[in-house]
């Protein structure tokens, strides 16, 4: 995912899509903290180190590193610069 523009799409729609479910009450507010959360840990570590791997700025084998609370911060040059 070297694409920037890819990346950026790839992480805002989601959250998008979770907020337009809530706004037209198709989820309730259990389910959007439960969907949020997801989100934040999970799907967004996958997609950081996604990003990370493709610009060769880590190893496939340190995939525990993106789920480290201060890993974006590390890594924000590489992960949401061009």
Avoid: C, E, H
């Avoid at 729609?13 to 706004?23: I, K, N, S």
């Avoid at 967004?44 to 789920?67: A, E, Q």
Wanted: hydrophobic content about 50%.
């Amino acid at each position: 995912m070297k694409n920037t523009v890819l990346y950026y799409l790839v992480i805002i729609v989601p959250f998008g899509v979770l907020l337009y479910l809530a706004r037209i009450n198709q989820i309730d507010s259990s389910w959007f903290v439960n969907l949020l959360l997801a989100y934040a840990i999970i799907y967004r570590s996958i997609t950081d180190y996604l990003r990370l791997v493709s610009k060769n700025i880590i190893n496939k084998k340190d995939f525990w590193t993106t789920f480290m609370p201060s890993s974006r911060i590390k890594f924000f040059k590489g992960l949401y610069l061009p």
